[in-house]
């Protein structure tokens, strides 16, 4: 069983309410929701949020929309990972943040494939600018694993990065990375600012229509041949 939690709030401080924002008349996180759904080799997909009231709009709209939800801590992230585990009990446990509506299905299958064909303790897709693009981050780990993490973390950066405790710690836990074909570690697809969320609008309003499942493929041979998207924000996006 593997569980995918992904983990939002609408108090971002780099673009408020951005999970919220609409994207092709629907919430971000919902778009981002979608395409996770496509990925194989995730059994049961949850929100983790905080209880702070801030985030009851998004509670609200995710349950609606028939997603699980399971809210915690506002500043206690790893917290609410243990909770999501505890109410699904699940063998594998996979981190994303809610940030990635470009995020890629058969990298996520991927990440989790590797974890299991090695008998890691984690696997992740990418670190600092080297792997997949910004904004594709997958990590998977095994439930024993994150428990394990929880129980050893003693500062505020492994309660609210939740897998710092993990990803620090080379020596303490088996780490793999999955290897891009080539290094996309400096492209960014993530949103955390306006001209972010504005490089994601273009790319859905042009592949959704005709492809609502478009591929990272289709992403880089869309911003090839639009000089505009190239370097859009001053970032690269190729």
Request: glycine fraction near 6%; charged fraction near 30%.
């Amino acid at each position: 069983m593997t569980l995918a939690v992904l983990q939002a709030r609408l108090s971002s401080t780099r673009l408020p309410g951005k999970v919220m924002k609409p994207l092709l008349g629907r919430p971000m996180i919902l778009r981002q929701i979608e395409r996770v759904r496509r990925a194989a080799r995730v059994d049961r997909l949850v929100v983790a949020t905080s209880t702070d009231p801030s985030d009851d709009p998004l509670a609200q709209v995710l349950e609606a929309d028939g997603v699980d939800v399971f809210r915690g801590p506002l500043d206690d992230v790893l917290a609410r990972f243990l909770g999501a585990l505890d109410r699904w009990p699940a063998d594998v446990v996979v981190r994303l943040t809610a940030d990635c509506p470009l995020i890629d299905p058969l990298v996520l299958d991927d990440t989790i494939g590797l974890l299991a064909e090695t008998g890691a303790d984690y696997a992740h897709c990418r670190t600092q600018d080297l792997g997949f693009p910004k904004g594709q981050d997958v990590e998977a780990m095994t439930a024993d694993t994150l428990r394990r993490a929880a129980e050893l973390a003693e500062t505020r950066e492994e309660r609210e990065h939740v897998t710092w405790g993990i990803w620090s710690r080379p020596d303490r836990y088996r780490i793999v990375r999955l290897m891009p074909p080539v290094e996309w570690g400096h492209v960014r697809w993530t949103v955390d600012r306006p001209d972010d969320f504005e490089f994601v609008t273009a790319v859905y309003e042009a592949l959704y229509p005709q492809k609502p499942g478009f591929t990272s493929d289709d992403i880089r041979a869309l911003v090839a041949g639009r000089p505009d998207l190239a370097n859009y924000g001053g970032e690269p996006r190729i």
